[in-house]
């Protein structure tokens, strides 16, 4: 949900409060009974699913970083192992050489690594140096997990871009709602300024001050307006 969006869905959180208290004024009839009865379920079917900017990590994504975070602390250990091999063996840490920590590098690395490690007798050398005697089959173990979780932020990723496209299909329907209600809640309470006053308060989409601008919070071009005296 982008910062605009969240705005809006927190003038609807207030909207929905400001009809609970004066939605009864209005007939059945009214467009703005409607609008009102229909908020809760809106603000329901919308949810707590990426409603604030900035959302967490997905589970998927967050494991992986720490699949990842594992592998790594293998490699450094596997590098070490093989600079104290090449003291004796000069040469032999070069193709042991540590990349870039992005996620990708660590995984480059160590199926490079590997490759190394599967030449006859090379395995045998760290763990004379003391590494388990499975270090090897656990860090294709560890790969072959990292691939299955990225898979599952594929997964994720359509669910959330689902989700996301239904998010914004509901606040548009609230960004409507804004409109029908301002113009019933101006016309009912009309002779009643501290009522419209509230609504005001209640119904304000802020935006996001960008560089440049005010520091103030300026009310979204679409948001309903104070009545004209």
Request: aromatic share 6%; hydrophobic share 35%.
């Amino acid at each position: 949900m982008t910062d605009h969006e969240y705005s809006i869905y927190e003038a609807l959180k207030s909207t929905q409060e400001f009809g609970s208290k004066y939605a009864a004024q209005f007939p059945d009839t009214s467009k703005a009974k409607t609008a009102f009865a229909r908020l809760p379920i809106l603000l329901a079917e919308i949810g707590q699913v990426d409603t604030k900017p900035g959302t967490a990590a997905s589970p998927a994504t967050a494991k992986k970083q720490s699949q990842i975070d594992e592998v790594r602390i293998d490699l450094l250990a596997i590098a070490k192992t093989a600079r104290s091999i090449a003291e004796d063996e000069p040469g032999f840490s070069t193709a042991y050489k540590m990349g870039d920590d992005t996620q990708r590098a660590t995984i480059q690395t160590a199926n490079d690594f590997l490759k190394e490690l599967a030449k006859s007798g090379v395995a045998a050398k760290f763990i004379a140096y003391d590494l388990p005697a499975d270090f090897v089959a656990d860090l294709q173990t560890d790969l072959a997990a990292i691939s299955g979780t990225g898979e599952e932020q594929d997964e994720d990723k359509r669910e959330a871009s689902g989700s996301t496209e239904k998010i914004r299909v509901l606040i548009k329907e609230g960004k409507a709602l804004f409109g029908t209600l301002d113009t019933s809640v101006t016309n009912k309470f009309r002779d009643q300024p501290t009522l419209l006053a509230e609504w005001q308060t209640a119904s304000h989409i802020r935006r996001r001050t960008r560089k440049g601008e005010d520091k103030k919070d300026s009310a979204d071009p679409a948001a309903p307006t104070p009545p004209v005296k």
